[in-house]
């Protein structure tokens, strides 16, 4: 029987110290902006400047679907953040349900929810500290705040209910 060494049969060959190794190729083509920051043109796309050496074009980037979320989110009003978090925590909860039950449903929309409210309540927050709320005033607030809520189905069982 022939044996065959671990390092003859792998892809990556281990190389001495102080010898970089070959960076991989991969298929992948995408944009490259060498480094330099997008600038905003309007709300949703991004300016990204080419490197010299490809010409003088500038091509249009959609924006992250995160900071357009935050900029929707930064839009809203105190209120319609709360009323937004209470919807959603409802939709979360329904979810809970569907998958307790075995029914079908998104495993993404979890995760998907979770970080929008977080965004949400970051947000939130936010405008707390530049209004001088320390932190412990702000966790009494928002202990009446929850006290506060009215029990309401979430949007998806309101619509499911008028039709």
Do not use: C, H, Y
């Amino acid at each position: 029987m022939a044996t065959m060494s671990l390092a003859a049969a792998s892809p990556l060959v281990s190389t001495p110290r102080g010898v970089a190794a070959p960076a991989p190729r991969t298929a992948f083509i995408g944009l490259r902006t060498a480094g330099v920051p997008a600038t905003r043109l309007f709300s949703g796309l991004a300016v990204a400047p080419q490197p010299a050496g490809r010409g003088a074009a500038v091509s249009l980037v959609p924006m992250a679907k995160r900071e357009q979320e935050l900029e929707e989110i930064r839009t809203m009003s105190t209120e319609q953040l709360e009323e937004e978090v209470v919807d959603l925590k409802g939709e979360l909860f329904l979810l809970r349900l569907k998958r307790s039950a075995r029914q079908e449903f998104k495993n993404s929309e979890f995760s998907r929810m979770r970080k929008r409210i977080a965004r949400m309540l970051t947000v939130k927050r936010e405008r707390e500290i530049e209004q001088g709320i320390n932190k412990r005033l702000s966790r009494k607030l928002d202990r009446k705040w929850k006290q506060s809520i009215v029990v309401r189905p979430p949007p998806s069982m309101r619509e499911n209910k008028e039709e």
